[in-house]
């Protein structure tokens, strides 16, 4: 009887800590964000400052249910000790390295001196079209407009997004579901290495390296990244594949884990893939020192040209990205994500 007791209690125990909890919204009109909280906790901000400080709208900070902030703080909230590369680089987003020629993922207001003879892009924040708190989840629903010049010239491609965000105890989940339907007579997203999704990671949560890494974009421009003090770096990948560190960048994956510790315990940070996406398992852009992205609509570079794919879009056609962040204050093992995975396929369609 002790030991039935104790198994009941233990299960009791687990259906508590897996218990989703509220989710609220908070506008800020005057910082131009809405910030999400879970359990009466803050979780992140949708954060759309304008073009004069980002080039497109993020969430950001993210933190984890026991409040460990999981992405890096410059350009916006500089921390010490972490790396000031690659500017365009802020919370999570999604955008992409070339559409109709012009560069929306390297835009940013730093524009090194051999990438002002690029023609950027900007995504411009429209409006909240919907703001659902919930017992279990909220939703939040916001639009905008892909413009190209930089944002002055041209509307190329109009953007519904929708975020569900959820939470238990020690676990965070983030959906994000983004349509981009073709403004433009033509849209070709042509195929190139950096996009697609993607998350700039805490110092902490990067691969621990002993050389400065250089590395170079579509047009040739090399962005340097220097050795740091590795005193508490701990991040490392691992792949539905089974593949590990560095090794996972160029590689096919249903979902990507990046592990690491923060704070003095563990984190586990999974983006799942889904059916849906192009190109599913897509390929993933995933560097050790810190940038933790998907591409669906790039693999030439990533097959060594083996591989290519130029996705175009006629006008009122539309493409539909879907990924699921996971966030835990513990460690995912593969099983439970590949449920995760396959509860995310069923889920959302």
Known sequence: MKKLFLILSTCLAFQVSAQNQSVSF????????????????????????????????????ILSAK???ITRGYPVAIRPGERTDHPHHVGMW???????????????????????????????????????PGKEKGELAVSATWIDSDGKGAKVLAEKTSYAFSGTSDVRVIDRITTLTALAETVLFKD??????????????????????IF???????????????????????SSEGITGEKVWSTRAKWMNLKGVLDNHPINIAILDHPA??????YWHARGYGLFAVNPLGAKVFSNGKDERNLTLKKGESVTFRYRTVIAD????????????????????
Do not use: C
């Open 26 to 61: 908070k506008k800020n009109d005057a910082e131009k964000k809405i910030d999400v909280l879970v359990g009466g906790k803050y979780f992140t901000s949708y954060f759309f400052p304008g073009e004069a400080i980002l080039k497109k709208a993020v969430l950001f900070p």
């Open 67 to 69: 409040g460990s902030t």
């Open 94 to 132: 999604l955008n992409y390295e070339d559409v109709n020629g012009f560069d929306y993922w390297n835009n940013s207001n730093n524009i090194s001196d051999g990438m002002k003879s690029h023609k950027f892009g900007t995504i411009v924040h429209e409006q909240v079209v919907n703001m659902k």
């Open 192 to 213: 190139v290495k950096d996009g697609m999704f993607a998350i700039r990671v805490a110092r902490q949560l990067e691969i621990p390296s002993n050389k400065p890494d």
């Open 216 to 238: 170079t974009d579509a047009h040739g421009v090399e962005t340097k990244v220097p050795v740091l003090d590795n005193t508490g770096v701990s991040g490392d990948y691992e």
């Open 277 to 282: 996406n192009v190109s599913y398992p897509s």
């Open 330 to 349: 513990k460690q995912l093992t593969k099983d439970v994500l590949d449920k995760m995975q396959a509860d995310f396929a069923k889920q959302v369609k």
